[in-house]
């Protein structure tokens, strides 16, 4: 199914429209997700287990934005203005992953399901993944970064975004990859699910310090740009009347400022939960050395005592 093409320059009314779209392939993953989300929230509550309501609001959150970025006229205009899919892909990697992990699926889907029937086959399934090699090599940074870097640099520089973008296709299963390489790169930094594979504070923030500078540089070389590097924006974006260079630029000052801020709160996160992870095992340790004392201290003691012995 081809989607409408506009052909006039959009106001900012107009990307909230309700417009023919092609296959609305995330907007009913969305859906999807929200429903058996709810499913597993309302289960939870109504057995009077506890879950949490932010949890909640931040994965529902996540899903509308899923559907509303790629499911009202922003997704029309993504197909004949750079500038508009810059700020898809960016809302898809980083924007709407981080309202995705936060809601902590993984933790909800092994606590609310049952374990009998098709619950019990859908939990071995869960854990055999969490075991799986594949998982541990997948949400490392070894996986994350080369997966960036082909998403903005491989992607613009290399030509594969002109043969992609030609087809409704290809733009759907790049907004499909974007979406996915998000979530790759999110659950590691933020995830409080069980994981095959956790990394330190400090190795999540370097990894968020190197995501921001990818995609900060790539925005800058966009901006300076003489040349357009995707071909397939040009005839439509000069059919509503606008210089095709400058929405490219348009695109990459959107890379190099709206890109930077769920990066920030991301790095803000990270820092605080590792003050108050520090913070609350510091306190255990004075507790615990408090009521059983420290062997370190009481052999350090014992030693200062034979000194002054010895002086005497």
Excluded at 87 to 102: C, K, R
Excluded at 289 to 310: C, F, M, P, T, W
Aim: charge should be neutral; include cysteine.
């Amino acid at each position: 199914m081809t989607p409408w093409i506009p052909d006039v320059a959009p106001t900012f009314p107009d990307y909230f429209a309700v417009v023919p779209g092609a296959l609305p392939v995330l907007p009913v993953v969305a859906g999807l997700l929200a429903l058996l989300y709810m499913v597993g929230a309302v289960r939870m509550w109504t057995h009077g287990r506890r879950w949490s309501i932010w949890r909640t609001f931040s994965f529902l959150s996540g899903c509308a934005l899923l559907a509303g970025t790629t499911g009202l006229a922003v997704e029309n205009y993504g197909y004949a203005l750079m500038s508009v899919f810059m700020f898809q892909q960016l809302t898809l990697m980083m924007a709407i992953p981080p309202l995705l992990i936060l809601g902590s699926p993984g933790t909800l889907l092994l606590r609310a399901t049952p374990h009998v029937g098709l619950g019990r086959r859908a939990l071995a399934v869960a854990h055999a993944g969490l075991r799986s090699r594949l998982a541990r090599w997948a949400l490392s940074p070894w996986a994350a970064l080369p997966l960036y870097l082909a998403a903005f640099y491989g992607l613009y520089l290399a030509g594969f975004a002109d043969s992609l973008l030609s087809s409704t296709a290809g733009h759907i299963a790049l907004e499909v990859a974007f979406l996915g390489a998000g979530i790759i790169f999110t659950i590691p930094i933020l995830s409080s699910d069980p994981l095959p594979v956790r990394l330190s504070h400090g190795g999540r923030a370097l990894d968020v310090f190197a995501e921001a500078a990818l995609h900060a540089f790539f925005g800058v070389f966009l901006m300076m740009a003489t040349t357009m590097l995707i071909t397939h924006f040009v005839a439509p974006t000069q059919a509503m009347g606008l210089d095709p260079i400058e929405d490219q630029r348009l695109a990459g000052g959107l890379a190099w400022s709206y890109g930077e801020a769920p990066t920030l709160l991301m790095l803000i996160y990270v820092m605080h939960r590792w003050f108050r992870e520090d913070t609350a095992r510091s306190q255990a340790q004075d507790r615990y050395v408090d009521i059983h004392g420290s062997s370190e201290l009481d052999e350090y003691n014992a030693y200062l005592q034979k000194l002054r012995e010895r002086d005497a």
